[in-house]
Nanobody, 123 residues
Framework: QVALVESGGRLVQVGGSLRLSCVASGRTFSMVWFRQSPGKEREFVAA????????DYKESVKGRFTISRDNATNTLYLQMNNLKPEDTAVYYCGTTDWDTTVPVIARIIYKYWGQGTQVTVSS
């Protein structure tokens, strides 16, 4: 069993920056950030392989968001710059329970999820 706890979400103005964190208790493998806005499906944002060597991003966040991880502290990060109103959502981190080797964007592959952290971008 793995517990994931996200933090770092808050209200920020357009063009601002935030860094989200996700602390895991237990072993993690490939990890991911998803987000969900009211009335919308949960969508993929960014993924990272177990050793951090490979990443993948949703097209609309490329160049603005950076996913990274510190395996020594079991922490996943999402650095978000130049935030836009459409980035407003609850952000969730997840982990697989096996090493997929490459980052995976399919939600069904991830077994454990955190409770989410709210990011609100105001204009």
């Amino acid at each position: 069993q793995v517990a994931l706890v996200e933090s770092g979400g808050r209200l920020v103005q357009v063009g601002g920056s935030l860094r989200l964190s996700c602390v895991a208790s237990g072993r993690t493998f490939s990890m991911v950030w998803f987000r969900q806005s009211p009335g919308k499906e949960r969508e993929f944002v960014a993924a990272i392989s177990s050793l951090g060597g490979r990443v993948d991003y949703k097209e609309s966040v490329k160049g603005r968001f950076t996913i990274s991880r510190d395996n020594a502290t079991n922490t996943l990060y999402l650095q978000m710059n130049n935030l836009k109103p459409e980035d407003t959502a609850v952000y969730y981190c997840g982990t697989t329970d096996w090493d997929t080797t490459v980052p995976v964007i399919a939600r069904i592959i991830y077994k454990y999820w955190g409770q989410g952290t709210q990011v609100t971008v105001s204009s």
